[in-house]
Structure formats: structure tokens, C-alpha cells
DNA sequence: CGACGAATGTTACTGCGGTAACTGACACGT
DNA sequence: ACGTGTCAGTTACCGCAGTAACATTCGTCG
């Protein structure tokens, strides 16, 4: 098996461990379960264990000196949360459960461990800091522009591709999310987001499908990403 | 040698390659050599070249789409520029000496050979890419306040911990860097950071060293810090 | 059903930063 | 010495986002 055969178990670029990480780690795991909103790991926290998720969804962020809490990111099944632990030994962020999620805790060094063991998990580790760094990048590209339109629908995009399922013609975003959740991710305030999202509404770009979620109109949110840029 | 004296020769918690890295992977490789301003790798570059850096100081960063150019962060001898390649194939970022550098360019692929023939390098490499998320995760934090003054002042902080030495009580950024960098490290308007950095002047914060590099009064630093937390 | 809490929607006010358009200081080359 | 280019400093104006203080809708649980 090839390394970029890997691609083909993803919906995006990112490498997921649906299939070879987990095959190798978990079978003799305890997966363990985080209903919505409990804490996986907290600033502060000395621990040094990865988690694999299964299944569900994570959000990865922090809260600043000025006790404001943003989002640096989502992670979903074929994710890892926690990684930065392979460096840092307190933590430095925080992650918590948006929906309820499985994940499997692995301890760094017997992380180590099983890859000397298996060198052919190398470039899937590496691709866990690659992603969380790119996507971190992505973060930084949309907080230097100071336009929370701008920025909300940057967010969505960022959905579409990471938790976006086709829903006659458009696509849902199958995980409810707050428009504080929202507003944490534009880091922006939330009365701002919620009048950028009607706005997008009138112009046919998003709106809640009838179970509340998100329901975006890819083409249009690419027309107006493009008109705007 | 313990994993841990790797502190010893780097001012921060950041691990670095002076000894072991370096020991092993460039005694017989050729550094080259980078002017100021030179560009060490382009956006939509397609090599996938990690670069170590002997000597100067390198800025990461990039063009947004608004044709603003950004800056993630500093890095200098002893650390590595370019490591997205491991997992992207296609350059998002770029890299720019900001003084004249020296730097060992190791292609991916023999990157991988040399970790697997020698594992003690793994907790190196992987440090890597956790300080390069640690830092963009700063700037992250940095961002989601909008108060330039509180931006500079803490980009004056991380610079300090990078790259300052002490000077009469004070610390010297032995690097100079323009005004228009800082505002791209602040990620503002180059006028705002000029007339913060003057503000800061005037309360005996920051300054001018004889040589046109910046001196930081780094209590003072600390104590305005707290005050506007 | 009806009440309570959470989430969402709306608005007026104010302040800070982007914008633009300068001036001023300094370095370097000829 | 003069001209050119880069970097630094300053200011008036305007627009957008934070703030605060509400109103409204929705969901669910007694």
C-alpha cells in the first residue's frame, strides 16, 4: 500500500487514520466517551496522551489572558486532538466535545513506541501537526482581515469542507453549532455573527435546515468569497 | 544524552539542532547562503526541502488574498523553515531572511531515511512542528485581540524571548526589523504600529539602540502587559 | 400546557483602526 | 552636493465592530 492510497479513506487532503493508525493502535483500546460539551483536556493539563477520535466531533481552542474563549479548529473521527503534548508538557489548549464523540486515549511515548515499531506510520504522524499547523494558518489568513463577513463565511467554507454533507443541491453542516461556537471560530462577537449570518440568509447563501442545522449554498458562498476578496 | 539537555543550548523551550541534528545530518551537506530579502521558498513552490538554519534570521509568512502580506513568526539558527512540505505538496507559505542567512537545505525524503536509521532524532523532529503550531497558535491568540497597542506590545514579548540579549539592564533585538515588518507581525496598519511604538517611547518602554535596533525595557513590558490584561 | 432557560435577533452609541495623503529623516550612489 | 529611494512619523476622516441593553423564538421538562 502506497502512502497517498491514504487520501482515498478522506474527504479532504488531510491523511485520517481510518484504517492503519487505528487498525494498529486500538484493537486492544478502550475507546473512551465525552458527551457534548465535556471536557476531553484543559489548559493546564499535564498529561501527555493523544486522542484518536472515532467518532464525533472537537473543538480545539483556548481562552485568552482576557478570558475570551476561541476556537482554533474542529477535528472529527480520523483525527487526533492533543498532539502539542509531544512537546509542550502542560497544556496549552483545550479540548472539548461539540457533539458526543469516542475517542481513544494514547499515551505519547507508547505512541513513540509503536512507531519505531512501524516507521510505516511516519508520515501519518507527521500529518497530524502538518494539518493542525495548516489549518492554524488558515485561522491567522482570516483574522487579518477585520470583516466579520468576510470572516464568517471563510468559517463556512471551512465547514463545507470538513463537515459538509451534499443535501439536495446544497450542503449541511451535520454538526449543530452555536452561533456563540460560531462566533468563537470568526472571533468575533456573537450579535455580529448573527447579523452577518441573516445577511448571507437574505442573499440565499446559508440558513438552518429544518433540524437546525446549517445548510450552505456552496456556488453562491464562492461567488460572494470571490467578490469580496 | 538525555532528551532534555537539548535546553541547555537554546535560550527557549524551543529544542534546537545545534549538536545532534546538525551532528548527523550536515557534516557532509553544503549550506547555502541567503542575502536579506532573499526569498528562501515561495508561495506554490513544489520542492519539498526542509531548511535548517545555521546562522540569521528567517521570517515565515505569507500573501493573503487580499494581497496583504502576513507574517507567522521569526525563526533563527537552530531551527528549521519549510516543514509544511512534509505533508503539503505545494508551498501555502514562504520564507524570507530577514538578515543574511545560512541554511542546509535536506530534501523530505532523506529527512525520513536519516530519522528512521537514527530514532533518537524523532522527539527533535517532532518538536518541529509542535513549536511551529505552539507559535502560530500565539498569533492566533494575539489576533483575537484588537488593540494594536496590545498586539505590538506582545510581539515585542515573543521577539524578546526569540531573539533578544541583554544590553545595560535592557534587552537588545539584535535583528532589525523595519516598521512595515513589525505592523506584518502585528497585523495592522504600519502607521498604527508607528504611532504605538511611539506611545511606548514615551513611557520609557521601548526604544531606539544607537544602532537603529530596538531596546526593550522588558519590566516595564511586563508590567504594561498586566495593567491592560 | 405553560414556564423557564438557552439561543437567536436587533438596535443606538462610541471608539479604534484602516485609509489616504502627507512631511520628515536618513543612506547611498554618482 | 544633489537627487533618489526607503523608512519613519503624523493627521483628518470614515466605517465597522465592540458594547450594552433589549426583544423574540425555540425547546424541553415539570
Same mark, same amino acid.
Given at each position: ?171 449541511? #453542516? $451535520?454538526? /449543530?453549532?452555536?452561533?456563540?461556537? *460560531?462566533?468563537?471560530? =470568526?472571533? &468575533?462577537?456573537?450579535?455580529?455573527? %448573527? ?9 440565499? #447563501? $446559508?440558513? /438552518?435546515?429544518?433540524?437546525?442545522? *446549517?445548510?450552505?449554498? =456552496?456556488? &453562491?458562498?464562492?461567488?460572494?468569497? %470571490?467578490?469580496?476578496?
Amino acid at each position: 500500500m502506497s502512502i497517498d492510497d491514504d487520501t482515498v479513506f478522506s474527504s479532504a487532503l488531510v491523511p485520517t487514520f481510518r484504517g492503519r493508525f487505528c487498525d494498529i493502535l486500538s484493537p486492544n483500546r478502550a475507546a473512551r466517551t465525552f458527551d457534548k460539551d465535556e471536557v476531553i483536556y484543559e489548559l493546564g493539563d499535564k498529561e501527555r496522551i493523544f486522542f484518536f477520535i472515532r467518532q464525533g466531533v472537537v473543538k480545539i481552542g483556548t481562552i485568552t489572558d482576557h478570558g475570551r474563549e476561541i476556537i482554533y479548529g474542529l477535528r472529527k473521527d480520523g483525527d487526533v486532538v492533543g498532539e502539542l503534548c509531544a512537546l509542550e508538557s502542560v497544556r496549552r489548549d483545550r479540548a472539548v466535545a461539540v457533539e458526543r464523540t469516542e475517542a481513544v486515549p494514547v499515551a505519547f511515548d507508547e505512541l513513540v513506541d509503536a512507531l519505531v515499531k512501524h516507521p510505516a506510520l511516519f508520515r501519518d504522524f507527521v500529518g497530524i501537526f502538518c494539518s493542525a499547523l495548516s489549518e492554524t494558518y488558515d485561522q491567522v489568513n482570516r483574522l487579518a482581515v477585520n470583516d466579520v463577513m468576510y470572516r464568517l463565511v471563510n468559517v463556512f467554507k471551512t465547514l463545507v469542507n470538513k463537515l459538509g454533507r451534499p443535501l439536495g443541491g446544497l450542503v449541511e #453542516i $451535520a454538526t /449543530y453549532l452555536t452561533q456563540e461556537e *460560531l462566533s468563537q471560530m =470568526v472571533v &468575533a462577537r456573537r450579535e455580529r455573527v %448573527s447579523t452577518a449570518f441573516n445577511s448571507l440568509r437574505r442573499r440565499g #447563501i $446559508a440558513r /438552518y435546515s429544518p433540524r437546525g442545522h *446549517l445548510l450552505l449554498d =456552496v456556488q &453562491a458562498l464562492e461567488v460572494y468569497r %470571490s467578490s469580496t476578496r
